[in-house]
């Protein structure tokens, strides 16, 4: 099963909820925990884990040949990114821009576009105290994360458990983490902005078809919005955590929450428990 930990916005303690459930499964299920918030990777901090092998990632882009270009633009017109430009007699290409679609040089009449590999990242892969581990680190300054969260995705095995802390937010490298999940679990807080962005997050993933249920953090503070939005909207609550000083403590020195306080571990349990039927019960509608 895969089960995608994401949210509509940062802060509201997605790492804190993903290494937690991977840590609580360890011992009876084989578990791996997918870091793909490429731009900011945080789960190494809290499981410290043993890196065992590492792999750059690499797009196509273009490259062109000046002996046979013929400035007709056309690279140009088909690039839905704006990746090149064609101005008089120069041809202007902007790496950071293309997604390495291969349309121009595909296209190209005078086949004068050829495709070379330009480093944006690097996935690396180990394992800690029984978790499979694997995360990518997008390179400083490049533009595009979903390249390196395929990466990633790819590096995974179908077997067991797998946990994907997905990127904050809802654009691009969201979608492409939480694609193909079997269930996304939205961590929010019961605030304004915590209801605002998690109504964002739902019209994600139930525009990818994914089942969802939320796990309410920092429970105690705020109002009763987000509570009510869940009630209406059929999605059910499946973890509430409080806010409270010592989780807070424990966090801020990089401990995981089922390591610092493991009566949390059952609760983290129960969760997969409840996605499990969650799961299996859709599967069971689709089927008729």
């Given at each position: 099963?895969?089960?995608?930990?994401a949210?509509?916005?940062?802060?509201?303690?997605?790492t804190?909820?993903?290494?937690?459930?991977?840590?609580?499964l360890?011992?009876?299920?084989?578990?791996?925990?997918?870091d793909?918030?490429?731009e900011?990777p945080?789960?190494?901090?809290?499981?410290?884990p043993?890196i065992?092998?590492?792999k750059?990632?690499?797009?196509l882009?273009p490259?062109?040949?000046?002996d046979?270009?013929?400035?007709?633009?056309?690279?140009a017109?088909v690039?839905?990114?704006?990746?090149?430009?064609?101005?008089?007699?120069?041809?202007?290409t902007?790496?950071?821009?293309?997604?390495g679609?291969?349309a121009?040089s595909?296209?190209?009449?005078e086949?004068?576009?050829?495709?070379?590999?330009?480093?944006?990242?690097v996935?690396?892969?180990?394992?800690?105290?029984?978790?499979?581990f694997?995360?990518g680190?997008l390179t400083?300054?490049?533009?595009?994360?979903?390249?390196?969260?395929?990466?990633?995705k790819?590096?995974?095995?179908?077997?067991?458990?797998?946990i994907?802390?997905?990127?904050p937010?809802?654009s691009?490298p969201?979608?492409?983490?939480?694609?193909?999940?079997?269930f996304?679990?939205?961590?929010?807080?019961?605030?304004?902005?915590?209801?605002?962005?998690?109504?964002?997050?739902?019209?994600?993933?139930?525009?990818?078809?994914?089942?969802?249920?939320?796990?309410?953090?920092?429970?105690?503070?705020g109002?009763?919005?987000?509570?009510?939005y869940?009630?209406?909207?059929k999605?059910p609550?499946?973890?509430?955590?409080?806010l409270d000083t010592?989780?807070?403590r424990?966090?801020?020195?990089?401990?995981?929450?089922?390591?610092g306080?493991p009566?949390?571990?059952?609760?983290?349990?129960?969760?997969l428990?409840?996605v499990?039927?969650l799961?299996?019960?859709r599967?069971r509608?689709?089927?008729?």
């Open positions: 099963m895969i089960i995608s930990v949210s509509g916005k940062g802060g509201t303690g997605k804190l909820v993903a290494t937690s459930l991977a840590l609580s360890k011992h009876s299920h084989g578990v791996v925990l997918l793909c918030d490429v900011e945080n789960d190494h901090v809290f499981l410290q043993e065992t092998g590492s750059a990632v690499s797009i882009v490259k062109i040949g000046e046979k270009c013929t400035y007709c633009g056309r690279c017109e690039c839905t990114y704006h990746a090149i430009a064609v101005l008089g007699n120069n041809v202007m902007f790496p950071q821009l293309c997604h679609c291969g121009c595909y296209l190209c009449p086949k004068a576009i050829s495709e070379e590999s330009r480093e944006t990242g996935v690396e892969w180990g394992h800690s105290d029984g978790v499979g694997i995360h680190k400083v300054g490049e533009a595009m994360a979903p390249p390196v969260i395929r990466k990633v790819e590096y995974a095995s179908n077997d067991g458990t797998v994907i802390d997905v990127p937010g809802t691009c969201v979608v492409e983490a939480i694609k193909g999940s079997d996304c679990l939205l961590v929010t807080e019961p605030t304004p902005f915590g209801l605002n962005d998690l109504c964002l997050a739902v019209e994600t993933v139930r525009e990818l078809n994914i089942p969802c249920g939320v796990v309410l953090n920092r429970a105690g503070v109002d009763a919005g987000v509570q009510e869940c009630r209406k909207q999605i609550i499946l973890l509430t955590i409080p010592e989780i807070a424990l966090y801020s020195r990089g401990i995981p929450l089922v390591e306080l009566e949390w571990g059952e609760s983290f349990r129960q969760l428990k409840r499990t039927e799961v299996d019960e599967n509608d689709t089927e008729w």
